[in-house]
């Protein structure tokens, strides 16, 4: 009993001996870590992103369709200091380093004399080629170094902004850089996003091949034409600032192929600078903007008519003289009076109760069939990020406050994209296309392992029935309400629309409208489809007036070139070129794509 005492003091000793001989060994590594090595932290942290030449993880180029370099990666060299750990003078070191970062020596010495800090940038993005000369003044010079980063680079700025996007750091963004981001990624980070989703049992096919280890990128090849988005970015910004309306679109088709050859939105924001940005010019509108589209919906109406051989255009309408009242008690009225047109007429001065008899005589249920079969309700599955689908919530819940407004395009909410693909299965031959804005996808030596082909999605229209309404929206631009879209030289199908915007929670109108006129040419061989939308504008009361020009200024621009580009033949394929006719669509194969969009 006597003896516990002195062992529980020979125990506890033992413990203090143990404590100690283990602080001694902790006190020692760390002094190791940061005394001993003389790689500063961003050092360590350069080394694992360098190989001894040069940094190989490198992303994928955007191209538009004939090449030209819309996106690109670089490297990016970024010189720092430790001031407290700096073992040169600094008047020295500021004199070695000013010609190489091409710094003036009283801004670095002020920089190196900072002895507060133990990390001050010197210089950010320093030409890459002068790595070799900073690696070389590093090794006389203790507390200098520095650091290689990917950066992304936009060679046109804003043009096509909406389009091309960006993605940050987090994996999320817009535009192609966020919706093609698995593609784009360079070949070692595809196969680790592939085993960390095997990993989750959620296999994915990234078109990595197991002999391909190049660590580059694959390139994304665009429909767009770099001219042609040019000319539709710049004729939109100029209409918008005339009719002081804060944003608009303007989508320009392939009619053939769908192939989107533009798509401009304004505001816009130049890509090199997006931080700085505000988040109201990122959107792209002619995916993203729902809207009610007014008039130009009648052709949806009208071209059900024919097809169901209900009537022939010329089929006669009692238009009521300019007013109407409907069996809820509500007065539906015309711009101006109108007796009896025919359905051609009812299209051409775009009566609204011509288009409210038409509906009741198709039946909303039959109606209700060809919205839906347009593509209206659902997204068109282009390939980008964030499409609306729109609401055919009027449509679903017929009463005859719906056959008041959807016969002419009120009570419903489209996108352009959807508004112009309509028009485009007319342009077509009745046959509705899915729109598509990537051509192909390569690999780093210009190897194409995916080309996107044209997709039929279903015959909605009767050939011939395609031509009746293709003769009906001759005669809107050439003796209707688009006249100031005519293009010399060309016959264009086009309608115009002008619809009210709903007030919020849609309890009545606001007195503010969109104006959007949508059109195709030539005629008889139609090669491009053009819708343009202005949101608000001020100071004219009809689209034909507002919107009217700006189609004839991109059409006439965009006819041009096409010409002189002998660019006809691609974007009018033989029918052995569509894949066969699907009825379903899925947005492009981005993990990070969840949804329907906003």
Known sequence: MKNKPHLSIRRLVFVLIVMQVGFLLLVGKLFKLQISNE?????????TWLSPKIATIKRGKILDRDGNILALSRHSLSVYADPQYLRAHPADVAREL?????????????QLERKDKQFVWLKRDVDYERIDEIRSIQK?????????????????????????????????????????????????????????????????????????????GYSIVLTLDEYIQDVAEKELAAACQEWNAPRGTVIVMASQTAEILALASYPTYNLNAYTDSSEAAKRNLGIWFAYEPGSTFKIVA???????????????????NGRYRLSNGRVIRDVSPKGWLTLDEVVQKSSNIGMIKIVTQLGHQV????????????????????????????VQRWDADSLGSVPFGQGIMVTPLQMLNALNTIANGGKLLHPHIVS???????????KVYPIEVR??????????????????????????????????????????????GGRGYLGKEIMSFMGFLPAEHPRLSIIVMLDEPTGARFSGRVVGPTFQKIATQAMQYLKQTEFFGPLQPEPSQFTPVVTEQTPTDNLAVKGEGL
């Open 367 to 394: 109606f209700g069939d060809y919205i839906k079969q347009y593509g209206f309700g659902k997204p068109t599955g282009v390939d980008l990020p964030y499409e609306h689908r729109g609401s055919l919530y009027a």
């Open 140 to 216: 006389d010079i203790r507390g200098i170094g520095h650091k290689v980063e990917q950066k992304r680079i936009y060679p046109k700025g804003a043009l096509a902004a909406q389009v091309i996007g960006h993605i940050n750091d987090q994996n999320m963004g817009e535009g192609i850089e966020f919706q093609y981001n698995n593609y784009l990624l360079s070949a070692k980070e595809r196969h680790a996003l592939q085993r960390a989703a095997a990993a989750r049992n959620e296999p994915i096919n990234l078109l990595t091949r197991r002999d391909f280890t190049d660590d580059y």
């Open 302 to 320: 009208a071209s059900a008519m024919l097809n169901e051989g209900i009537m022939t255009p010329e089929s006669m309408v009692f238009c009521e």
């Open 39 to 47: 790689a500063t932290p961003e050092e360590t942290a350069e080394r």
């Open 98 to 110: 000013a010609p190489v970062l091409d710094i003036p020596e009283s801004q670095l010495l002020k």
């Open 440 to 450: 192909e996808i390569r690999d780093s030596t210009g190897q194409v392992i995916k």
């Open 459 to 504: 015959q909605v229209l009767k050939p011939h029935i395609a031509k009746q309404m293709t003769e009906i929206l001759v005669g809107v631009v050439e003796e209707g309400s688009g006249r100031r879209a005519r293009v010399e030289g060309y016959r264009v199908a086009g309608k115009t629309g002008t619809a009210q915007k709903a007030e919020e």
